[in-house]
T-cell receptor, first 111, second 113 residues
Framework: SQTIHQWPATLVQPVGSPLSLECTVE??????LYWYRQAAGRGLQLLFY??????ISSEVPQNLSASRPQDRQFILSSKKLLLSDSGFYLC??????????FGSGTRLTVV | AQSVTQPDIHITVSEGASLELRCNYS??????LFWYVQSPGQGLQLLLK??????LVQGIKGFEAEFKRSQSSFNLRKPSVHWSDAAEYFC???????????FGAGTTVTVRA
């Protein structure tokens, strides 16, 4: 069966520090991968998606970047965090657009 | 522009009462429709989805949703809510020729005893 792992679950980082959030998927090949952000009291905003290794599409201009070094690995990064980067980050995978499975999320607080 | 609207930010319902959450979408192509539930601090769990066929879709936890193309709606219903149904509910839509899943702003459901 397919599973998705996302870590860490919570993270508190100072402003200006780097960020690396990792997401891995098991039990499927060549999935589409996504990073969403959920700010407090708001819906989910698509940040990045990837349809293959090394292929990254950015949805909104921001302080973050994404990479896909392996087929089932998706990484969200920042060189210098801003206060506005705080939020709940969710990784997801899909096969085409037939269904989207989400990870358990990372709560990022930038202080 | 494509959009998903959940008109109700917060709904309070008594345990045992019925629940209906509204979702309207605006998409040019054939939409694929989803409802997700999120408990506090947790990820998203899929309740049900609609791609084609029967417009009344059954999901997990006793939920169902009805696709009405003429009204561009995909409302979620449950005949009798349980205290454990208190959570945030998200409607989501993707075009049949796209990959990007777009979400509504969510509806928070509070269940009172």
């Amino acid at each position: 069966s397919q599973t998705i792992h996302q870590w860490p679950a919570t993270l508190v980082q100072p402003v200006g520090s780097p960020l690396s959030l990792e997401c891995t998927v098991e039990g499927t090949s060549n999935p589409n991968l996504y990073w969403y952000r959920q700010a407090a009291g708001r819906g989910l905003q698509l940040l990045f998606y990837s349809v293959g290794i090394g292929q990254i599409s950015s949805e909104v201009p921001q302080n973050l970047s994404a990479s896909r070094p392996q087929d089932r690995q998706f990484i969200l990064s920042s060189k210098k965090l801003l206060l506005s980067d705080s939020g709940f980050y969710l990784c997801a995978w899909s096969v085409k657009n037939y269904g989207y499975t989400f990870g358990s999320g990372t709560r990022l607080t930038v202080v | 522009a494509q959009s998903v609207t959940q008109p109700d930010i917060h709904i309070t319902v008594s345990e045992g009462a019925s629940l209906e959450l509204r979702c309207n979408y605006s998409y040019g192509a054939t939409p694929y429709l989803f409802w997700y539930v999120q408990s506090p601090g947790q990820g998203l769990q899929l309740l049900l989805k609609y791609f084609s066929g029967d417009t009344l879709v059954q999901g997990i936890k006793g939920f169902e949703a009805e696709f009405k193309r003429s009204q561009s709606s995909f409302n979620l219903r449950k005949p009798s809510v349980h205290w454990s149904d208190a959570a945030e509910y998200f409607c989501a839509v993707v075009s049949s020729n796209d990959y990007k899943l777009s979400f509504g702003a969510g509806t928070t459901v509070t269940v009172r005893a």
